[in-house]
């Protein structure tokens, strides 16, 4: 089976699930890395130590930001001249519209969110979670080439050989851009949601300690989020001594403590971490929808009726704001940090 | 949005759950209808592929205060993937004619693919925004702050564009009672595939098996302890010998 991996990046920076998708693809034979974009040098080194052998590379300034239209025409390009059978991708906001965009021109199909990919001959079957995780279905595709993004965490890692080489094909950029790129205001995401083996999330409840005296001349609402930034504080310093990401209820996020990008939730973010830490969070099945892959959850609230204890393994009925500080204090000592 | 789903036989049953509109795609009503008011003149008609109960859908974003509504309607329409749909509402927005924007929901509910937005736009050639919490009309062009993994991106383009929004577009508004009122006497318009001078085309990729997820094991064990370092060193301990970290 004729496989590429297409290699997602913002800045030089990999999606590590473009890494497990390549592991992926090596399990059914050799592999070409696809890397678009300026100055990428950096990235063909690495693909090609992560078990690439081959990597097709457009690297031209009108590649500098990943534009759908510009990097959909050079893909389709890409495919039309190579006739690879199967094209991965790392599912991310990117890909997605890449491989949307891109199966128009070919009229292939497009399997988005695969957590089990099986090749037997030339049958692919691939496993996807729907209706947010409460099925999963299988799905085939009947065109001779198709794309699959993969689920980030759904699959291994490959080790990292360091020193391998390959070959390095150059591509032709296709330039029709229909969009200008104005800028960024990059967050300070430190981890990322989408590849944390850890994730330390806060609700509604991380604003709730009425014994914090907010400064002087804040009025309620001002109070309020003064209050929630001392708890996301606490919810950040136990997620950096587990090295994983802070996550956020939408309560959090609507109330204005924390961005739109730490949502996890039905219209926040799906995780896979290995452990999920809920503080303060009720547990709404919308919550739910994007925790349904964490293997692991737990949680810390102080109603102990609170919903997402029926989807915990462990719990502790407590204030946040003491139980979250001493659990720091703890892994700190245990872990050796 | 809270119907409960599960697999029963092969067949998805939605238990006696009445057909709601995705709540992504109210996000987009909401987005139109801000263009409406911000941009002297405009005027929002909402579209949909579906059987005639996707009416229901319609009439909800006809009583948020869309001005008019098609339903594009077809038996041979039954079994359309991501790709045959986009070609279907991209022949149904040239009909319409002097469209200069159409606002998508992130993806849907069921399938939750979200590919239709990006399809649909390629489909017919006009630049994609895809993820905006922010859209922005000025003389012909619109700038659209999209929500990224890394953060925000700014991206700007001539009209006519495709745009899919998140959650950050505004809450969805209520429907008013007037709007209600209107809703219920609106007569939608249903065009069938004769209708757009469009074929469907087979779709591409199909299910062949439905499957229940493997039931979580459950049971939360509460930790308790005399002080909260005692608690927190029993959890600790625990996670660490179940090796999650
Ligand atoms: C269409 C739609 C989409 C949605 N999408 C999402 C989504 O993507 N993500 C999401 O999260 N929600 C989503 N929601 C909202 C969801 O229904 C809930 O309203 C939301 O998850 C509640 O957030 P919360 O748990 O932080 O707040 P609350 O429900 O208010 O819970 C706060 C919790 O904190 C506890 N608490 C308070 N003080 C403390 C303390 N000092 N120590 C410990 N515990 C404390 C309380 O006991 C309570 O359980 C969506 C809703 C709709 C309708
Ligand atoms: N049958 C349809 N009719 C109208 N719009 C649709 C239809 N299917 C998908 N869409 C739009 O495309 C978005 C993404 O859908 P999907 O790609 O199926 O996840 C939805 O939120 C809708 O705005």
């Known amino acids: 089976m004729k496989t590429f991996v297409y290699i997602d990046h913002f800045k030089g920076e990999v999606q590590p699930a473009s890494w497990e998708a390549l592991g992926l693809a090596k399990s059914f034979g050799s592999t070409s890395a696809i890397v678009f974009g300026s100055g990428v040098e950096a990235i063909v080194k690495d693909a090609f130590e992560h078990g690439a052998d081959e990597v097709l590379l457009a690297d031209d300034p009108a590649l500098l930001d990943f534009r759908v239209e510009v990097f959909a025409s050079t893909l389709s390009a890409l495919a039309s001249a190579q006739s690879p059978s199967l094209i991965l991708f790392p599912s991310t906001t990117r890909t997605r519209e890449l491989a949307a965009t891109s199966a128009v021109d070919l009229n292939c199909g497009v399997i988005t969110d695969a957590t089990a990919v099986d090749v037997n001959g030339d049958s692919v079957v691939v496993t996807r979670p729907i209706y947010e995780g409460k099925l999963f279905e299988k799905v085939t595709c009947s065109s001779a080439l198709q794309f699959i993004t993969i689920r980030g965490r759904a699959f291994p890692k490959p080790e990292k050989q360091a020193g391998k ?173 | ?72 309607s077809d038996p041979a329409l039954k079994d359309l993937d991501t790709l045959g749909a986009a070609r279907i509402l991209a022949a149904a927005i040239n009909k319409i004619g002097g469209v200069d924007m159409v606002i998508f929901g992130r993806q849907t509910l069921d399938s939750g693919s979200g590919l239709t937005p990006a399809q649909t736009a390629r489909a017919l050639g006009w630049s994609m925004l895809g993820l905006a919490g922010q859209i922005k009309v000025d003389s012909g062009s619109v700038i659209v702050e999209r929500v990224i993994e890394e953060g925000r991106q700014s991206i700007n383009a001539k009209l006519p564009a495709i745009i899919s ?35 469907v085309q087979e779709a591409i990729v199909t299910r062949s098996e439905l499957m229940s997820p493997p039931a979580r094991e459950s049971a939360v064990e509460i930790i308790t302890g005399e002080s909260p370092t005692e608690i927190a060193d029993k959890l600790a301990d625990k996670l660490i010998a179940e090796k999650v970290l």
């Open chain 1, 165 to 337: 080489t390959g070959t390095t094909t150059n591509v032709e950029a296709k330039t029709d851009a229909l969009t200008t790129v104005e800028g960024y205001s990059v967050a300070e995401v430190g981890v990322s949601l989408n590849d944390a083996g850890v994730i330390v999330s806060g609700g509604r409840g991380v604003s709730n300690n009425p014994s914090l005296q907010p400064p002087a001349g804040l009025d309620d609402k001002q109070s309020e989020v003064w209050r929630a930034q001392q708890g996301f504080k606490l919810v950040g310093e136990l997620a950096s001594v587990l090295g994983g990401a802070v996550g956020a209820s939408r309560a959090a996020v609507d109330a204005g403590y924390i961005p739109y990008s730490n949502q996890v939730g039905q219209t926040g973010k799906v995780v896979a971490p290995d452990l999920y830490i809920a503080c303060g969070i009720s547990g709404a099945i919308q919550h739910l929808a994007g925790i349904r892959s964490a293997k692991m959850v737990v949680a810390i609230n102080k109603d102990a009726d609170a919903p997402i204890f029926k989807a915990a393994r462990y719990g502790v009925v407590g204030d946040l704001f003491v139980i979250v500080p001493a659990l720091t204090e703890a892994f700190k000592r245990k872990l050796g940090k």
């Open chain 2, 165 to 199: 929004v998140v959650q950050s577009i505004g809450e969805p508004r209520y429907p008013s009672f007037m709007g209600i009122r209107k809703a219920s006497k609106a007569e939608i318009p249903v065009w069938s595939l004769a209708d757009l001078g469009a074929s």
């Open chain 2, 1 to 72: 949005s809270e119907a409960k789903v599960k697999a029963e036989g092969g067949q998805i049953s939605w238990g006696d759950a009445p057909l709601v509109i995705n709540p992504f795609d109210e996000y987009a009503v909401e987005g139109a209808l801000q263009q409406r008011e911000a941009v002297s003149g405009s005027t929002v008609t909402v579209l949909c592929i579906g059987p005639e109960s996707a009416k229901e859908a319609l009439k909800h974003a006809l009583a948020m205060g869309a001005d008019d509504a098609i339903l594009v």
